[in-house]
């Protein structure tokens, strides 16, 4: 039980477009989303926190225009990085929970994303 | 600001040796601490999970100990195999936060047949 899974895994895009991330709970039904990015030897860094059906909350310092959030389902969230550059080249990986402030966050196998 | 922090950044033993894994956080008012394993371009794997009321969780060769009031956790893992090889990372969650985690750099462990 408790499975996340995102699609797609990897992703190679031009600069400039716009790439679509998504992440579904397959058997649980996630009121709370978390997205993550990770650089190479870095630590996860919290992007944004969404709950089914409300706005994303997103971290300092990240952009809110460049990052969209949407979680319209209790099973589906997507991260769409919109005119991607290189610098958004990056691991990629969301949670989900089922709700409430300290339930468990269960992890999908993440996505890497490559800007030419 | 919470900050974690993991030491050593990679070590390498060989097999069937103990080790210990070091964790170290500033802010003392977590919720619980979280031990993962990442293997490479893979995502995460939750070990162990410790509330911040526990001092220790057990899972087979895996032992986490936590020190709230000193900001410290260790994972101890017996008798390593290569399979063991990856990047442990350790994460903390926030009282009072909308629950997001907290997370070191973490520990690449290779382990050599």
């Known amino acids: 039980g408790a499975v996340v899974s995102q699609h797609p895994s990897r992703v190679i895009c031009k600069s400039g477009t716009s790439v679509k991330i998504e992440c579904r709970s397959l058997d649980f039904q996630a009121t709370t989303m978390f997205w993550y990015r990770q650089f190479p030897k870095q630590s996860l860094m919290l992007m944004a926190t969404?709950?089914?059906?409300?706005?994303?909350?997103?971290e300092q310092g990240v952009e809110k225009d460049k990052f969209l959030i949407n979680h319209a389902s209790l099973t589906l969230s997507t991260l769409t990085v919109t005119s991607a550059h290189p610098e958004d080249s990056s691991f990629y990986i969301c949670?989900?929970?089922?709700?409430?402030?300290?339930?468990?966050?269960?992890f999908g196998p993440g996505t890497r994303l490559t800007v030419l | 600001k919470q900050e974690v922090t993991q030491i050593p950044a990679a070590l390498s033993v060989p097999e069937g040796e103990n080790l210990v894994l070091n964790c170290s956080f500033t802010?003392?008012?977590?919720?619980?601490l979280q031990w993962f394993r990442q293997d490479p371009g893979k995502g995460l794997t939750s070990l162990l999970l410790i509330q911040s009321s526990q001092r220790e969780q057990t899972s087979g060769r895996l032992n986490a100990s936590l020190d709230k009031s000193s900001g410290r956790s260790t994972l101890y893992i017996a008798a390593s195999q290569p399979g063991d090889s990856a990047t442990y990372l350790c994460a903390v969650r926030l009282t009072g936060s909308q629950g997001n985690l907290i997370f070191g750099k973490g520990t690449k462990l290779s382990v050599k047949p």
């Open positions: 949670s989900a929970s089922t709700g409430g402030l300290y339930n468990e966050q269960f």
């Open positions: 802010d003392s008012a977590i919720y619980n």
């Open positions: 969404s709950n089914e059906g409300s706005k994303a909350t997103y």
